[in-house]
Each structure stands twice: as structure tokens, then as C-alpha cells.
């Protein structure tokens, strides 16, 4: 084949976290009761959301969309992330490589966006308190959190369709555990300036104004909570939105490090280690986070294994 051709690649080498062997065990140990972590708690959310009356508010149906976009974006990496740290060294289809970088983009962009609608839904139910049922209707959460994803999908279509038409032709290995943007990049012969700068130019706005609605939705926030005039009044209010808070500074905090902060170099341990937090940590955060600051969760969870153990004592 010719080297400026693209088929010269079939398979992507992906180095993963290049540990030695004694850590193999406790690793995918590890990996996999995080992983199997995340799945059960966000799961469990959104089943006590969808069975519990209680919890049919906007804001636990926002919260249910951002646990299942939790567990797609960590299935989609994480099993795959396993396979790496027992075999050190595993080779990908470029095609399924590139697929993978689309799904972790389309996820990223998801989470950006529900995000972003949760912290509109707070700034209604805090600011105006007695019109939010009213504006926040069943077909506006619904237009809001279909929209999140179908857009998401849409615009990463533009990063994808680059990536794919760059001509590939050596080496073919990846530095990292999964097909992220930047490492695939660098495996490409042709010039990939245009590519990149339209893809930042792209991907900027997705992340870049919605943390800067979530901010003006905060600042709003606190200036009217500073307003309520009992004690008692403004910490009743401010826990309402704590939990999302948390996982904004979480989320956005850690995507700023990875995507922002310039490495030198090819991806380090730092980047391979900086790169967990958001793909990891904070959907195994996220149900931790919402069931202990939030006494409607806890109150349905209860209710659950109370409902649970009077089947099983029955005859």
C-alpha cells in the first residue's frame, strides 16, 4: 500500500497505562468495582426516579438523563480500558477507533449540555420559585434533555467526518487507554492544522458557553438567595443546587486541566491519570454525591429496600 494512503492503518495500538505486572490484578480490580459502581448507582437513580412518585420533579428528570449519560460514556470506554491493563498492549480496528472518539466526544458533549439545562432548571426554582412548574413543563424538560442529546450527536459529527478523512500511514500507536482526539492526531501523515482548527474552533462554543450560561445561572442564584432573609431560608435554598454545583466544579474543573492546560510532549501519566477524573471519577461522584445531599433520594432508596424486603418475606 502507499504511504499517503489511509488503509496503510488497520489496527491502532493503544499503550494504556504501561504498569508493572504485579499491579495488573489490583488495577483491573480496581477499574472494574468502579466500574460496576458507577452502573449501579446511576441505574439506581434512575429507577427510583422513574418509580417514585415523589421524585417526578424537573429536576430529577434532568438528573436521571445525566446518570444514563454516565453510564454510556463509561461503557463506552471502560470495558475496553479493562482489556488494556491485562494485556498491556491491545490493538483496535482504526474504523472502531475512531467510532469510540465519536461516542466519547457525543458523551462529553451531553453531560456539557444537560449540565448546563440543570442549572437553568435551578435558576427558575430559586429565582422564580412561583412560575417554575408553570415554565419548566413536562414538554419543555422533555424538548431540553431529547435536545441535549440530539445535538450533541449532531455537532460531533463535525470532528468525526475530519478525523476520518486524514490519511493515516504510520506508526499506528497511541500513547493513551482510549482513541481520544489529540493522540489520534498525531497519527496522521497529512496536515492536520485545518482539522484541528476547526475542530477547536467547533468545540470551544459547546464548552465554552455553556459554562459560561452556568456561571451567569449561578451568579443569579446566589444574588437572590442573598435576598431571602432568614438563615434557615437561604441554606434550605442553597441545598437544593449544592449537589449540581459539586459536579460542575467536578466536571468542567478536570476538562479545563486535560483539554486547556498545554502538555508537553506526548500524553504522560499525569494525562492518562487527569483523563480518569471525568471519565471515572465523576460519574462514580455523581450518585454519591446526589444521594447523600439529597433526602427525597435517600427517603425513595429507603422505601425500596423496604418494599424489597416485604416481598421476600412474604410466603
Known amino acids: 500500500m502507499s504511504p499517503g494512503n489511509q488503509s496503510s492503518i488497520l489496527f491502532i495500538q493503544l499503550l494504556g497505562f504501561q504498569n508493572p505486572g504485579y499491579l495488573k490484578v489490583p488495577l483491573f480490580c480496581l477499574f472494574l468495582a468502579m466500574y460496576m459502581f458507577i452502573l449501579s448507582g446511576n441505574l439506581l437513580i434512575m429507577i427510583l426516579v422513574k418509580s417514585s412518585p415523589k421524585l417526578q420533579s424537573p429536576m430529577y428528570f434532568f438528573l436521571s438523563h ?17 482489556h488494556i491493563v491485562m494485556l498491556e498492549v491491545i490493538s483496535v480496528p482504526v474504523y472502531e477507533c475512531f467510532f469510540q472518539f465519536y461516542l466519547f466526544g457525543s458523551s462529553t458533549d451531553t453531560e456539557s449540555f444537560l449540565l ?31 435536545g441535549s442529546w440530539i445535538l450533541s450527536f449532531a455537532l460531533t459529527l463535525i470532528p468525526g467526518i475530519l478525523v476520518t478523512t486524514l490519511q493515516y500511514c504510520g506508526p499506528n500507536v497511541i500513547d493513551h487507554f482510549f482513541c481520544d482526539l489529540f493522540p489520534i492526531l498525531k497519527l496522521s501523515c497529512s496536515d492536520v492544522y485545518l482539522a484541528q482548527t476547526v475542530i477547536i474552533v467547533c468545540s470551544l462554543p459547546i464548552i465554552l458557553l455553556p459554562f459560561l450560561f452556568i456561571l451567569a445561572s449561578y451568579v443569579n442564584i446566589f444574588l437572590s438567595i442573598l435576598k431571602i432573609s ?24 478536570t476538562l479545563i486541566i486535560v483539554y486547556l492546560v498545554p502538555a508537553k510532549g506526548n500524553f504522560s501519566s499525569i494525562n492518562k491519570s487527569l483523563s480518569l477524573l471525568y471519565i471515572v471519577i465523576t460519574p462514580l461522584f455523581n450518585p454519591v454525591i446526589y444521594s447523600l445531599r439529597n433526602k427525597e433520594l435517600q427517603a425513595a432508596m429507603q422505601k425500596l429496600i423496604r418494599h424489597k424486603k416485604s416481598l421476600r418475606s412474604q410466603p
Open 66 to 82: 445525566l446518570s444514563l449519560c454516565d453510564v454510556f460514556s463509561t461503557t463506552n470506554i471502560i470495558p475496553n480500558m479493562l
Open 116 to 146: 448546563t439545562v440543570m442549572s437553568y432548571d435551578r435558576y427558575l426554582a430559586i429565582c422564580y420559585p412561583l412560575h417554575y412548574f408553570s415554565i419548566m413543563s413536562f414538554r419543555l424538560r422533555l424538548i431540553l434533555a431529547l
Open 230 to 253: 432568614s438563615t434557615s431560608g437561604r441554606k434550605k435554598a442553597f441545598s437544593t443546587c449544592s449537589s449540581h454545583l459539586t459536579i460542575v466544579c467536578m466536571y468542567y474543573g
